[in-house]
């Protein structure tokens, strides 16, 4: 609160916007109305990438390199938004120029010397705040609000000789009280990240600093409020443009903040805690793109309210980590050993982030910034120079290529089990972790990994979040028939139900036979197949896995929901990248007994799963329940069943006294049958359901093993669909005969295939007897029989509707739930 010759200022508000707020004049636009005319103090930093460029400029002109195309690239971005924002005034972009010029100058002596001391380089890196405070102010004035610009550097002292730099709080605080002298009427726009040192020269707090230059003048200006904007909307569990669903932090601890500031959430510096902490005064992170949008709060005092639902409250990660290790049998028991490693670290200027020792002493390791490793190797070389050549200390190992991972939150102390919980999906997922802490205040937990498997463990980390944690499935859907078009409607249907059980699922691409469709989440779709018909993709299984690839989550799972050898042919492709599948084709497994045994293999070894419940008696529970019994330890020695509806309703019609050709067609009217009906009569599709059952009780059984009864007359086995139709009237007699002398005095006849332990296998018309099971079907129901060890007696009965999209996509569901368990 500021008090203002006796009246009550009651919000005093110190913004500041950071480079990607600035990015570009319609970024800038927005920034204006942000402000508004209420009279404030905003800082800023340099416009967009412009603190990268011009480190670039002076890393070539050290090389000896040519920079112009930078530099004409930093003067061709801020021209364009001198000419737009603030075109009339000319002051400015006459300054900008001679910058400019300066600047080259300096590039020049830094080639030609070969040197650029740090003083010269934080001078240089200053420039990006100048121009874009200058132009900020421009583009205020530009539409008539009152506002000054300030030069940081003209009245806030630091000392810069050690890091952090230190702050000269009562020079600065005499300064600012002169110079912001008309707060109740004007606009101030501060640069962020520049200051005046101990030499009377333009320096810089330090990279990334102008969260603390806000957090400063929040201070000096004993503001009400610090509001930082920047490109998203607040602090989340974790970094947004990595872990998709992390979720956003409405409030946070100064502590907490600190913690997750400290270990890398960039979205706020750690420096810029301390000073608002110390006079309470809050922090809000907004996002500038969507400024009505709720922000996260830092503040003294949390809502206490569901503290306990989360075991992580952030997830941070540092990329760019080198790990480094001192070891040797000389070390062990040498007291101060550690003490001396350190001591050389801090006089090179080397901050050590983690560190493990391990309780034989035998070695200490500790993670530096990658950039700082070969000053740290050599430090310790030159000091352990006598320790190395006696072999006391075996080598100063230093690799770089590492991330390191830090999970916060109160959550994790003191809970058993909470270390398991972070790093078991890791292990799940074969990531090494190559050297892991747990901070003594037990908040945190520290990984180390290297950075290629950053962005997984990230997000396979994060889902361990929740109390109780969430399961992330990814779905690839090959197929939009009948059974996959009725999946994406049950998923879409139980999406948010399943959510609310902590299982989320998202539907990431879809392919049909000719084209290929992936974004985030396709159930949020409600035209998906038009969509997927207009797409620019076409269907390729390559890009498919690439696409799943690109993808960070625990479970990624391929559906082929089609009728295709070519899609089942690359299922062990899909496994070998780590993707379970799930289908109800039986192609995979009625091909060779050697391709049945590497989908396993390579599932085996790649830690998925290939599940395929909906290979036989659609949604039935047949395969697992044949897991199940043979896990617990029975032991199967025949399956019968009735596995085809079609067959199921004819022969049920047929029994009833309707003729076969009859039965037929009536099924066929009614959509039963396949398209050519001759698929269900020539008894392949029951033969494919044999074999699958058959390897499922470890019998090595190959589709022409089996014995196979084909219904269709031999004359019309190759003819046309239509002729078929056309003519198989005419066999209606001989066939209903047939039928008749087989069944002679049986209750009934089915299509019956079976299979046992022995490897006997067959399929064909069975003659029931009255107290058969079969003789109990209706419709186009299907029945198995298991006989078994323990149902020996009487067998194990499964019967339901076995075929039916309905309750095949809901066994290919039940399959892709299964997976996350
Ligand atoms: N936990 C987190 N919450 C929000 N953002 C984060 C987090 N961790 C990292 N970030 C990153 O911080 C970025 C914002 O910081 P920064 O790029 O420095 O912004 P600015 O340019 O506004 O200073 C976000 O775009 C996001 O990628
Ligand atoms: N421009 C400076 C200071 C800064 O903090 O920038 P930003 O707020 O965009 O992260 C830098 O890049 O280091």
Redesign the pocket.
Known sequence: MLIFEGELLMEYIVHKF????LADEVKIERVVNIIGTTPQSVVV?ASGKTTSLLKKSIELALENKDSTKVIAQLTEHHLSLISALCPEDKTLKNTFESDVTHLKQMLTTIALSGICGDALEYFILGFGELWSAQILTGALQHKGINTEFIDASKVLFIDDNHKPVSVDWQRSQQAVDQKFNDRKHKTYIITGFIAQNQEGVRSILGM?C?DYSSAIFAKLLQASKLVIW???AG??S????VVKTARQLKQLSYKEALE?AYFG???VHPLTINPMMEMGIPIEIKSSYEPQKQGTEIIRALDKTNLEQYLIK?L?SISNVALMRVQGAGIIGVSGMAAKVFSVLEQSQVSVMMISQSSSEYSICFAIEAKLAKRATKALERHFKAEIERGDIEHIYCETGYAMITAVGDGLRAQPGALARVIKPLADAKINIHAITQGSSERSITVTVKKEDEDLALNLIHQQAKNPPVQEIVIALIGVGGIGAELVNQLKQQQQVLHKQNINLRLVAVMSSTKLLCADDLLLESELLHQLKASDCKADTNALAKYLQSISCAHKVLVDATASVGIARAYVDFLAQGIHVVTPNKYANTQSMDYYRKLRQVARNHNVTFKYETNVCAGLPLISTLETLQKTGDKIHKIQGVFSGTLSYIFNEVNKGKSFVESLMLAYDKGYTEPDPREDLSGMDVARKVVCLAREIGVSLELSDVEVQNLTPENLRSCSKEEFLKKINSHDKELTQQLKVLQGKASALHFVGEVSDIGEAKVSVASLVQNSPFVSLDGADNMVLIYSKRYARSPMVIRGAGAGVEVTAAGVFGDILAISN
């Open positions: 950071g480079g990607s707020s930093s990334n102008s920047t490109d998203v602090v989340y974790a970094n947004p443009q997750l959430a960039s979205v952030g941070t």
